[in-house]
């Protein structure tokens, strides 16, 4: 599984923007899809993730003003960022869970996007 990630970009605080990441290759079918950022200097923190099923979980610094949605036929996920701070900035990296044989998973990851929210 490969994942490739776009949209990215310089925006404005209080602006939007969208991320988009989807999965291609030969597998057997992804489960929990998810966004994860990592601040310079900062260690890498969880932003939402996304369950086959549709239940959402999001970090309390961006609930309210991110949503998380995936398309299962296109093994695609969505992250809408709207309201965006400074503190925002981030490289923003896509994360996956391939399903293998015998019910074992393995987490993939993209290569990242850059986020950056000028003040």
């Known amino acids: 599984v490969q994942l490739v990630e776009s949209g990215g970009g310089l925006v404005q605080a209080g602006g939007s923007l969208m991320l988009s990441c989807a999965a291609s290759g030969s597998f057997l079918a992804i489960n929990a899809m998810g966004w994860y950022r990592q601040a310079p200097g900062k260690q890498r923190e969880l932003v939402a993730t996304?369950?086959?099923?549709?239940?959402?979980n999001y970090a309390d610094s961006v609930k309210g003003r991110f949503t998380i949605s995936r398309d299962n036929a296109k093994n695609m996920v969505i992250l809408q960022m709207n309201s965006l701070k400074p503190e925002d900035t981030a490289v923003y990296y896509c994360?996956?869970?391939?399903?293998?044989?015998?019910?074992?998973?393995?987490?993939?990851w993209g290569q990242g996007t850059l986020v950056t929210v000028s003040s």
């Open positions: 994360n996956c869970w391939e399903v293998l044989v015998l019910a074992k998973n393995r987490e993939i």
């Open positions: 996304i369950t086959r099923s549709g239940s959402t």
